[in-house]
């Protein structure tokens, strides 16, 4: 078994291009699989079986490694086994029709309506900067843009006019989003006082300019947002990302029609944009158990003390 690690170690070094983290993990795991295999009496892993990798995930779930951890673990058997294949060392592939385990899915985490309202308000608009400011954060929740989206956003990408921005999302698909009329408002301003004042006479195809006239880095606006919620006196951990999942939220809470948010926000598969569906579910549950008096959750409140009559 040493021999054939050896030899696809050396094959995803030279074919795949892996980087060095990745050789080791896969190197780790598949050590880590053949003394599992071992120990159940398998010496030869051309002879595996798919009852054979099924039992190795039970064991690893046995010994506490939680579902995403198994999923890398089998994403190395996968190459492994088929790099067995593709050099006719075994006729078939084991893992073929193994199920990768999948994590139950967290609910993101939003910001409230009131959140929101306070950290817009954050930015001062008598100054250059925090016009600036203002004009990013009204834009980023108006479209649910991802950071760098909003950090490589193009001046020629954003037509006020038509109330419409276009980006690159991953993959370099493009799409087009709607503007709000706050945000025009805000850019607008933006782009009259500013942007001017941040340029001087330098040019630059970056919408949003920082005062020595280049465009922003993630890091940069992820500075600026939390100087910003501190500011608004929002406690909760606050990300770019974090925004953009208030936009899709608050959109499907009000009804939206869950195709829109998704051609919005950009997500290749409908069932990444139904997550919104859940936290709503989630939301209704919350309220329902709080209010109704059925719910098994409900506490009626004590009913209010009469005062005293008076002399």
Known sequence: MEGLLDAFIAFIRA?????GKTVD????????????????????????????VLAHLVTLGKQGLGRRSQARHLAALRVFHR??????????????????????RKLPVFLTLEE???????????????LRDKAMLEVLYATGLRV??????????????????????????ERIVPLGRVAIEKVQAYLAMSRPEMLGKREAKALFVTPRGEGFTRQGFWKL??????????LKPLSPH??????????????????AVQQMLGHADLATTQIYTHVNSARLRKVYDEFHPRSDAFKPKPPARKRPAGP
């Open 15 to 19: 074919e795949r291009g892996l980087s």
């Open 242 to 259: 974090k925004l953009r999942h208030s936009f899709a939220t608050h959109l499907v809470e009000r009804g939206a029609d869950l195709r």
């Open 116 to 130: 929101v309202e306070q950290l817009l308000a954050a930015p001062d608009e008598r100054t250059v900067t925090g």
């Open 83 to 104: 790099f067995l294949v593709a050099e006719r060392l075994a006729d078939k592939d084991p893992t073929e029709d193994v199920d990768t385990p999948k994590s139950p």
């Open 25 to 52: 993990a896969y190197a780790a795991d598949l050590t880590v699989y053949f003394e599992d295999l071992r120990s159940r009496g398998k010496e030869d892993v051309a002879r595996v079986t798919q009852a054979d």
């Open 148 to 173: 760098t989206e909003l950090c490589t956003l193009e001046l020629n990408n954003v037509q006020l006019t038509s109330g419409y921005l276009v980006t690159r999302g991953k993959g370099a698909k």
């Open 225 to 234: 947002l939390k100087r910003y919620a501190l500011k608004a006196g929002i």
